[in-house]
């Protein structure tokens, strides 16, 4: 399984969440240990927003730990609010192209999980694209077409119902090969994430307490190793995660509404 970290607050280096930590998201790269897979070496990316809401990003089929341009770009870049991503990878081949975070207009995406019966409802999903969608794709993996199903069911206009109408689309697998979906995006105002399993337990996802320079951050695994210093999101439970705090609101809130 791939591993996620994610910040918004005051402006701060790249490498505060994603090197410096003791359980960093490059540390979880070799020593994940909230995943099946303890190594996540197919690939990494950071998407990084600026001042101005311009979006950056960067991606290479190295692992993490093997490429020094990561620890010295961490340390370079600032930013306010950015997404990264460790691969491994189940769905698709090791590329650049299908290495995480995903990105169209002012959104950013990642995701960590599967799709297990993607092959067979690939062409539904890929026909049900809007054409400037459509023609946006590049990779080949589940996750990407997770996030082009997010935009063309409304993300801009209602993130939330953007995932009830993606999920209603993907279905649900055999009950022995499970859909598996925990992800992190962002539109550079709001950093959401979402776990969500059509059985058993969902890839892990926590959002942190206040950090030392007033910051928030959601990550795969606790950055600081002590889970109880941070809030595990809820199965089938939006987080949205601001600068003045976060809020969690069950889906079916607005299925019942």
Not at 11 to 17: A, G, K
Not at 54 to 79: E, F, I
Not at 108 to 135: K, V, W, Y
Request: overall charge negative; glycine content about 8%; charged content about 20%.
């Amino acid at each position: 399984m791939c591993r996620i970290a994610a910040y918004t607050g005051p402006e701060i280096p790249l490498e505060n969440i994603v090197v410096r930590p003791a359980h960093s998201l490059l540390e979880q790269s070799q020593h994940a240990s909230e995943s099946k897979l303890a190594v996540n070496g197919d690939g990494f990316g950071i998407s990084w927003y600026g001042p101005n809401g311009d979006l950056g990003l960067y991606r290479d089929v190295l692992p993490a730990w093997a490429d020094d341009n990561l620890t010295n770009l961490c340390r370079m870049v600032r930013s306010h609010h950015f997404i990264a991503h460790i691969r491994a990878s189940t769905v698709g081949e090791t590329s650049r192209a299908n290495c995480h975070p995903f990105t169209h207009g002012r959104w950013s995406f990642c995701h960590n999980g599967q799709i297990p019966h993607f092959r067979t409802i690939r062409r539904r999903m890929l026909n049900a694209l809007p054409d400037d969608l459509f023609e946006v794709r590049r990779g080949t993996t589940d996750s990407e077409m997770i996030f082009l199903t997010m935009l063309a069911n409304g993300l801009d206009d209602d993130p939330q119902a953007a995932i009830i109408a993606t999920l209603a689309e993907i279905g649900a697998a055999e009950p022995g090969a499970p859909v598996k979906w925990s992800s992190a995006f962002s539109d550079g105002q709001t950093l959401y994430a979402f776990r969500h399993a059509s059985t058993g337990p969902a890839p892990t996802l926590y959002v942190s307490g206040v950090l030392d320079n007033g910051g928030r951050a959601v990550a795969s695994e606790p950055l600081c190793g002590v889970a109880d210093r941070w809030t595990e999101i809820p199965q089938d439970t939006i987080c949205r995660v601001t600068v003045d705090g976060f809020t969690m609101q069950p889906l079916d809130a607005v299925q019942a509404a």
